[in-house]
C-alpha cells in the first residue's frame, strides 16, 4: 500500500556532514507525522526528529542544534541534515511516516528499510 523508500547516510569522520531522505509512496491520502528513529547495536530504537504537517518540528535531546528535519508535502518526502556527526550518532536510521490511506481514510504506521550511518572518530 505505501513504501518508504530512504537514500543517503553511509561512512563519515566525527565532526563530518551526512543527509539522509525519504520518499512515501503509494496509496497516501495525507500524511501526517514524518520523521526518523535510529537504533545503535545492542540499544533500542530511539526518536531523532519528527515533522508533523503542521511544521512543527521535536528534536531528541542528544541531536538538537546538530540535526535539521525538514520535509517536502508535495514529494511527500523527508529530510534529515546531520551536522558536527559524533560516534554516539552511529546508527540504523529509520523514516517513518503516518499516512491516511486514499480509499479507505485510515492511518497506518510504515517504515523505511533502515540506512546506515557510520560515524568515525
Known amino acids: 500500500q505505501v513504501q518508504l523508500v530512504e537514500s543517503g547516510g553511509g561512512l563519515v569522520q566525527a565532526g563530518g556532514s551526512l543527509s539522509v531522505s525519504c520518499a512515501a509512496s503509494g496509496s497516501i491520502r495525507s500524511i501526517n507525522d514524518m520523521g526518523w528513529y535510529r537504533q545503535a547495536p545492542g540499544k533500542q530504537r530511539e526518536l531523532v526528529a519528527v515533522?508533523?504537517?503542521?511544521?512543527?518540528?521535536n528534536y531528541a535531546d542528544s541531536v538538537k542544534d546538530r540535526f535539521t528535519i525538514s520535509r517536502d508535502n508535495a514529494k511527500n518526502t523527508v529530510y534529515l541534515q546531520m551536522n558536527s556527526l559524533k560516534p554516539e550518532d552511529t546508527a540504523v536510521y529509520y523514516c517513518?511516516?503516518?499516512?491516511?490511506?486514499?480509499?479507505?481514510?485510515?492511518?497506518?504506521?510504515?517504515w523505511g528499510q533502515g540506512t546506515h550511518v557510520t560515524v568515525s572518530s
Open positions: 515533522s508533523g504537517s503542521d511544521g512543527i518540528t
Open positions: 517513518y511516516a503516518v499516512v491516511t490511506l486514499r480509499y479507505t481514510g485510515l492511518s497506518n504506521n510504515y
